[in-house]
């Protein structure tokens, strides 16, 4: 029996900043945000999106009433958390409309979190073949404004069904994993932007990498030439540019210049997006998925999932026949109507969430044009509405 993803899909914010304008904003040279990082556009997430209505909002479209009914299990993975108590998957359990009889987990490792989702996901659904689990990596992140990791910033969820026979992804039980206490990334309790050691961190991701993809080749006596694609986490793109590039020295020439132009599909939607933390891997899986030609049912995709602090993972999938099916293959169209905002508007947004106080507060959604959304706080407990409802 094979298990996998059976569905995948997309939610982000309506709104972008351009990076060229905001790089001479922040007098940069635009090709530094461009090239350097590999980044065009970044979601600008408004105070009344936020984890768990980008969730909500990432999977309602995919589920079907026969989903629904078969799913028992509901993951959301985040390190933009809402509550230091309450998982989000709670919340977002009852916006979907799911069985109260729905195990509901929120998972944290940094960005490595939806990929212990989705193996939990997956051995859950081998035990129990008849039911299906729901994935979502959700996350805003924020560095601050004017700093370092500023243009590393974005904002999204991916939603994963996970089921036996899945349409899109066969997953392989080949996993290599490595995790050590490393500080090159934390948030402490007191704060609600990140803080990184930029550098370090960019050199222990490609370390990471180079030990658990190498440990892989051993165990399943493979080689780089057994992949049609490798899909990384991108926390900007160029960082998963420089992890397959470390690596391409040991294939042909032309299976090099093969992986890199499946690179060039994996990175295409993050370009617009900027980062996801726990939805970015699964971002770059979707965009391959959609936007490459070149695929067929059979191929070997390799995934890197890696989350500061830190923790890495290589594993495989087999494509399927009919994985286009399970697929959001309208993103192109929505990601191309966003609306862009100035740096200004940008900023104020940014400026704007939700305030981390006691106050019963109210936010300006009216323009929101997302199904779910935030609309404040009453007696210090978050306030959720289905606009379609």
């Known amino acids: 029996m094979q298990v996998g993803i059976d569905k995948l899909h997309f939610a982000t914010s309506h709104l972008y900043v351009d990076m060229a304008e905001l790089a001479n904003a922040r007098q940069q040279a635009p090709d530094k945000y461009l090239i350097g990082i590999g980044q065009s556009q970044m979601a600008v997430i408004p105070p009344s999106q936020d984890t768990v ?15 629904v009914d078969a799913i028992d299990l509901l993951v959301v993975a985040t390190e933009s958390g809402i509550d230091n108590s309450k998982a989000a998957a709670i919340y977002v359990a009852r916006l979907l409309g799911l069985s109260k009889r729905v195990r509901t987990i929120e998972m944290k490792e940094a960005c490595y979190a ?14 129990h073949p008849t039911k299906k689990a729901l994935v979502i990596g959700s996350d805003i992140a924020r560095y601050g404004l004017n700093t ?22 066969a997953l392989n039980d080949d996993s290599v994993v490595l995790s050590e206490d490393v500080m090159d990334f934390w948030r402490p309790l007191y704060r609600t932007e990140a803080l990184v050691d930029g550098k370090y961190s960019s050199n222990i991701y490609i370390d990471y990498f180079q030990d658990v993809f190498k440990g892989y080749l051993a165990e399943q006596h493979a080689d780089l030439a057994d992949f049609a694609a490798l899909a990384f ?30 690179f060039e599909h ?19 899986l979707l965009s391959l998925l ?29 494509l399927q026949p009919n994985y286009q099916q399970g697929l959001d293959l309208a993103l192109p169209q929505r990601l191309a109507r966003r609306q862009r905002v100035s740096v200004a508007e940008y900023e104020a947004c940014f400026n704007q969430q939700l305030q981390w106080i006691a106050a019963d507060q109210t936010i300006d959604y009216q323009h929101d044009p997302q199904r779910f959304v935030l609309t404040g706080q009453i007696n210090e407990q978050r306030q959720y509405l289905d606009q379609q409802a």
């Open 53 to 67: 209505t980008l969730a909500a909002n990432a999977a309602y479209p995919m589920l079907t009433a026969a989903d």
């Open 148 to 169: 370092a990791g500023e243009p590393t910033q974005g904002g999204g969820a991916v939603a994963m069904l996970i089921s036996a026979d899945p349409q899109v992804l």
């Open 266 to 284: 994996v990175r295409q939607f993050s370009r617009q997006v900027g980062n996801l933390y726990t939805g970015s891997l699964y971002l770059g």
């Open 114 to 127: 939806a990929t212990a989702g989705l193996q939990l996901a997956a051995d859950h659904v081998r035990v």
């Open 233 to 262: 986490h991108l926390p900007y793109t160029k960082m998963g540019l420089k992890a397959l590039r470390s690596v391409l020295p040991t294939t042909t020439p032309e299976h090099q210049e093969q992986l890199l132009a499946h």
């Open 290 to 318: 959609v936007t490459d030609p070149e695929l067929k049912a059979g191929d070997l995709i390799g995934l890197f999932s890696y989350g500061s602090g830190a923790e890495g993972e290589f594993y495989t999938g087999r």
